[in-house]
Structures are given as structure tokens and as C-alpha cells.
């Protein structure tokens, strides 16, 4: 169960309140391109400054390794958050030193600041308690509302806590309301949709969902490497060779859990003219490759999902990214949306391609966190979640 202290919990009135979010947004030509991110932290900023905060923002962009890339600066995202809340938003051109001191001392209760992305200093992906420190100076309390980096042990999402009283924001705890309690105690039958490229990505996941979930969907690259262990000859298509083995023990484990595709969309090349046909499973010819589930797999699939109480999808069923091979993937997302399930979908692809198929207001919760939701999915506990402090028993 949820067990940490919100915003709700504490009295935020005339503190500066520091918030990590997830701001690391698409941008092209020096505008949000995507602003789904910045729309899903709105909630929490918006209860701080009614409660009377001053709020300090903080975020990485990208992956500058620890080093000032101008592309990458949040200045943009900045200008967006003021559009979407109508006031000002101030904005640091560093997340620490005078900059960033001088801006957090100015700050008033109402008012909303922005720091220069944290990832422009090595010391943020360290998680170096200096750095840690500087983040965390001037500021009375630490939000974490970043549930896509709360799987990370930086300075942002772990070090600020250990000088600052640390509690979650909204987003944060819907995230954890969801994926928490649907593994927790989820409504039978739960049926777990799993894809995209690797197994070796996903073996924690599949070892803790053969323990909660009841049937166990694959689909995606993955479904290849379960099929060589079966002995299927694969022709070109990806087949993680060093997983093979790995492979064969959870077929051997899972009993009739796994439901493992019927038919594939098999093409000459991989590309969007590709020559491409519907085969069985084992007709793959030499030369050609799998880049989708076939539609009596869709169908199969379907059945499976609309028995469903509970559903949690990651990773596409094929390439969807190009029309050719979308057809599964889509499919497989109009099931999880007609099902009446709690569905629960994660990871970046998948949440693209429920949004592609329009279905997106047809999914109970679509989760902000690739990497988290996997962790999560796995039974980890997420380090930027274990150091926020425990409600009162």
C-alpha cells in the first residue's frame, strides 16, 4: 500500500518548496515539441502556490554528460510552463552557485522558479552530497514528483533528502497508487502484456509477474528468442543468441502462463517497403525476419485481454513505427481499451502507440516512467521512493 507522506501532509505555507519533476521533454527548434511531461506536474505546482509557496523547480533534459550543451537547456521549458500556468515562471541559468542563489534569496510565496538542467553538472549523476547540498540551500522542504527518475540515485532524486524533509507530489503518488497496488492486490484475472526488443531487458519482470500475474502476453522482438528456444528456425529476425537458455528456463517455469504468439508479419527487409507475408510460427524462411504478430495472434490476444479484471502493458507487439507492422500493436491496444479492465500501460513506445491509436482516454492510468515502471514491474524498491518519509502508522 502507499505509505508516504504528499504535499497534503505537510503545511507548505510561506517555505520554499524544492520540486524535482521531470521536465526531460522533447525539443525541436527551441520549442516543446511534447509537453505531456510538464502538463503532468501541473497539479502539484499549482497546490503549492494556493497553499502559499514560493516553488523552485529542478529537472535534467537529455543526456549533456555532465557538461553545458545549450540545446539541452531547460530556458524553453520554461517559457511553455508559463504559458500552461498564465504567470511568470523565473528562470536560473545554473541549478546551483550564485546564479541559482541569488533567484531562490528573490523568490516569493506565488512565484515559480526554474533551475538549469542538473544533468550539465557530473556531480548530479554521482549523487555527490556537496552538489546535493547546494540543490537543496535556501529550500525549507524536497517534493520528488519525477516518478520517471525515481529509479535513480542522484542527487536530484536522492541526495537533496538527506538535508531536506522529503515527501511526494501528486504525480508521484498516483504512479505508485497505480502500479503499486495493481501488483499488490490486483482484481483477477490480471493478465500482463509484454514486449518489445529484448528479453534480457525484461527477465526480472517476467520471473515477478509469473508470480502475480495469470497469463503472460508476449509479443514484440522478445517473442523471437522465446521461439528459438523452442527449437523454431527464425530466419533474419532478432534473436538474442546469449538469451536463448534464459529463455528456455522460463518457458520451462511458467507452465501455461506465457501465451506466446500464433502467427507473424514477416518481411524481406526491414523496411517499409519490405515485401511481407502472414506466416504460422516455424515458417519463417531463410532471408526473412518477424516484425509483428499476425492477426490470429490479435485475436488470440483479444480473448485473453477482454477476460481480463486487471491489465499492465509494456512494449509494443512489432515495429510499429512503421504502418506495415503496426497493425498488432494496435490491435492488441483496441483489446486493453474495450476490455472495462484497470489497465495501466508504461514505457515510452507503448504509451506512443496507445496515443497513435487514439485510445488513450480509454486507459485507466498511462505511466510516465519507462525505466521506473519497470523496476517497479520487477519488485524493486525505487531509491527515490525509499527516501521519502513514511506517514505515521
Known amino acids: 500500500m502507499f505509505n508516504k507522506k504528499t504535499v497534503r501532509d505537510v503545511d507548505v505555507t510561506g517555505k520554499k518548496v524544492l520540486v524535482r519533476v521531470d521536465f526531460n521533454v522533447p525539443l525541436k527548434e527551441g520549442a516543446v515539441a511534447d509537453d505531456t511531461r510538464i502538463r503532468a506536474a501541473i497539479p502539484t505546482i499549482e497546490y503549492l502556490l494556493q497553499h502559499g509557496a514560493a516553488v523552485v523547480l529542478m529537472s535534467h533534459l537529455g543526456r549533456p554528460k555532465g557538461k553545458r550543451v545549450p540545446e539541452l537547456?531547460?530556458?524553453p521549458v520554461a517559457t511553455h510552463l508559463s504559458h500552461l500556468l498564465g504567470m511568470p515562471v523565473v528562470f536560473a541559468e545554473d541549478c546551483i552557485g550564485e546564479p541559482a542563489e541569488r533567484t531562490k534569496a528573490a523568490l516569493k510565496p506565488g512565484e515559480v522558479l526554474l533551475l538549469e538542467n542538473t544533468r550539465f553538472h557530473p556531480e548530479?549523476?554521482?549523487?555527490?552530497?556537496?552538489?546535493?547540498?547546494?540543490l537543496a540551500s535556501g529550500c525549507d522542504l524536497f517534493v520528488n514528483d519525477a516518478f520517471g527518475s525515481a529509479h535513480r540515485a542522484h542527487a536530484s532524486t536522492v541526495g537533496v533528502a538527506q538535508y531536506l524533509p522529503a515527501v511526494a507530489g501528486f504525480l508521484m503518488e498516483k504512479e505508485l497508487r497505480y502500479l503499486g497496488q495493481t501488483l499488490e492486490n490486483p482484481e483477477r484475472p490480471f493478465v500482463s502484456i509484454l514486449g518489445g526488443a529484448k528479453i534480457s531487458d525484461k527477465i526480472g519482470v517476467i520471473r515477478n509477474l509469473l508470480t502475480k500475474a495469470d497469463r503472460i502476453l508476449i509479443g514484440g522482438g522478445m517473442a523471437n528468442t522465446f521461439f528459438a528456444a523452442q527449437g523454431y528456425r527464425m530466419g533474419k529476425s532478432l534473436v538474442e543468441a546469449d538469451a536463448v537458455e534464459t529463455a528456455k528456463a522460463l518457458l520451462a517455469d511458467a507452465g501455461d502462463k506465457l501465451q506466446l504468439p500464433v502467427d507473424l508479419v514477416i518481411a524481406d527487409a526491414f523496411a517499409e517497403d519490405a515485401q511481407r507475408r502472414i506466416v504460422p510460427v516455424g515458417d519463417i524462411p531463410d532471408g526473412w525476419m518477424a516484425l509483428d504478430i499476425g492477426p490470429k495472434t490479435v485475436e488470440a490476444f483479444a480473448e485473453t485481454i477482454h477476460g481480463a479484471r486487471t491489465v499492465v502493458w509494456n512494449g509494443p507487439m512489432g515495429?510499429?513505427?512503421?504502418?506495415?507492422?503496426a497493425k498488432g500493436t494496435f490491435g492488441v491496444a483496441k483489446a486493453v481499451a474495450e476490455s472495462g479492465a484497470v489497465s495501466i500501460v508504461g514505457g515510452?513506445?507503448?504509451?506512443?502507440?496507445?496515443?497513435?491509436?487514439?485510445?488513450?482516454?480509454?486507459?485507466?492510468?498511462?505511466?510516465?516512467?519507462?525505466?521506473?515502471?519497470?523496476?517497479?514491474?520487477?519488485?524493486?524498491?525505487?531509491?527515490?521512493?525509499?527516501v521519502l518519509e513514511d506517514k505515521e502508522s
Open 319 to 325: 515495429v510499429f513505427e512503421m504502418p506495415p507492422f
Open 124 to 134: 548530479e549523476k554521482k549523487n555527490d552530497p556537496e552538489f546535493a547540498r547546494q
Open 73 to 75: 537547456s531547460l530556458r
Open 348 to 386: 515510452g513506445d507503448s504509451v506512443a502507440a496507445i496515443k497513435q491509436s487514439g485510445l488513450a482516454d480509454k486507459i485507466t492510468h498511462l505511466s510516465t516512467g519507462g525505466g521506473a515502471s519497470l523496476e517497479m514491474l520487477e519488485g524493486k524498491v525505487l531509491p527515490g521512493v525509499a
